[in-house]
Nanobody, 119 residues
Framework: QVQLVESGGGLVQPGESLRLSCAVSRNIFSIYTMGWYRQAPGKQRELVAAVTSGGMTDYADSVQGRFTISRDAAKNTVFLQMNSLKPEDTAVYLC?????????????WGQGTQVIVSS
């Protein structure tokens, strides 16, 4: 069983920065893809950023150049550095761990942390 706990959300003004953290109950980075998703009111959940077990990263076009996903294996923690925040970044951000190449495939979710960008 894998447990994910997000933290670091809050209320900020446009242009400011936040760093989200996802604490993982055990070290799974060698076999799992770690991702950050977000869900805004009235919208579908979307992938924001992901990093594979091999270190490959992927970002949504809307956050490219502003957000950075990273991992600290010693702390079993995944980070999402969010710079130059915009009102449209307002959402609940959720941490995800996926091993779709395993048998059976495994997929875990955190409960989410709220980010509000408002002037």
């Amino acid at each position: 069983q894998v447990q994910l706990v997000e933290s670091g959300g809050g209320l900020v003004q446009p242009g400011e920065s936040l760093r989200l953290s996802c604490a993982v109950s055990r070290n799974i980075f060698s076999i799992y893809t770690m991702g950050w998703y977000r869900q805004a009111p009235g919208k579908q959940r979307e992938l924001v950023a992901a990093v594979t077990s091999g270190g490959m990263t992927d970002y949504a076009d809307s956050v490219q150049g502003r957000f950075t996903i990273s991992r600290d294996a010693a702390k079993n923690t995944v980070f999402l550095q969010m710079n130059s925040l915009k009102p449209e970044d307002t959402a609940v951000y959720l941490c995800n761990a996926a091993n779709l190449r395993g048998y059976p495939p495994r997929n875990y979710w955190g409960q989410g942390t709220q980010v509000i960008v408002s002037s």
